[in-house]
């Protein structure tokens, strides 16, 4: 049975889901808020955010920005036409809108949003930003009997938060400072007064409370690709890596493109 949200969440949900848009002009897709049915959806492929409305709204895609503002009882879709107000949006179908990965693990951490904030923003100014090195990118996140401990370094400085959460079983993954950035944001917005459930499947991360915000971790695939673009001898060995960047690696490849002048 679906729990209904608290009130602020509704009024300002398009906000909240804008903060997931990718800012590729490559993908413009992805510069997009999708309405799938019952679900209000965005993603720049690494981090998602994935809002059930509770009922059908129909299906297209529409810029964020004619929705600022905007709650869903605000909005009437006619096809791929959204009403907003006195105006008449024109939208795209959301058809080839990339498919939001499914968390299928059991939630592994319950925590009050004020104390994962609060860890996040004590340890996220030491993560270095475009960073490709996983360790000063990231905050580790791991169990450590019944507290959620958090991790970041500079490689000069070692920063470590511990704070309360009900453990459910053992996990220890990397979260990209980039995406614990814009989680900070939108559990500002949405101000959730309800726990989060917090589930870890392989390279996917899901913070679930009353909005969805699942992030791909590091993947194998990543990791392939940094090895590769480290040993890359000369730039057209490079340029044919270049279809497979994703915005983790982007800072890597323009370094090594700039070696090898």
Partial sequence: ERKAPARNIESKIFDIVKL??????????????????????ATDLEFSIEYDAGKDLGEV??????????????????????KVGGLEIKGTSAEDFPLIP????????????????????RTIESVVKGGYRPELSA?????????LRLTS???????????????ESDFEVLFPGESARKLVKVLKQAKPSDPIDVSI??????????VKLTDLARTKEEER????????????????????LTEKLQTQFDTKWNQLK
């Fill in 153 to 167: 370094t500079d490689s000069f400085r070692l920063y470590q938060f511990y704070t309360l959460g009900k453990i």
């Fill in 225 to 244: 690709m940094e090895k590769l673009i480290e040993k890359a001898k000369d730039r057209e060995t490079l340029e044919a890596l270049k279809s497979h």
């Fill in 139 to 147: 905050i580790l996140l791991k169990n450590e009997g019944n507290k």
């Fill in 20 to 41: 997931a848009t990718g800012k590729r002009a490559a993908l413009p897709i992805l510069q997009n808020i999708a309405i799938q049915k019952n679900k209000i959806v």
């Fill in 102 to 121: 499914e968390v299928k693990a059991k939630p592994q951490l319950r925590i009050l949003s004020d104390n994962l904030v609060d860890g996040l923003n």
């Fill in 61 to 82: 895609m529409l810029p964020p920005d004619a929705l600022k503002g905007k709650s869903i009882e605000e909005i009437t879709l006619e096809g791929t036409v959204a």
């Fill in 201 to 210: 499947d392989k390279d996917l991360i899901q913070f679930n409370v009353d």
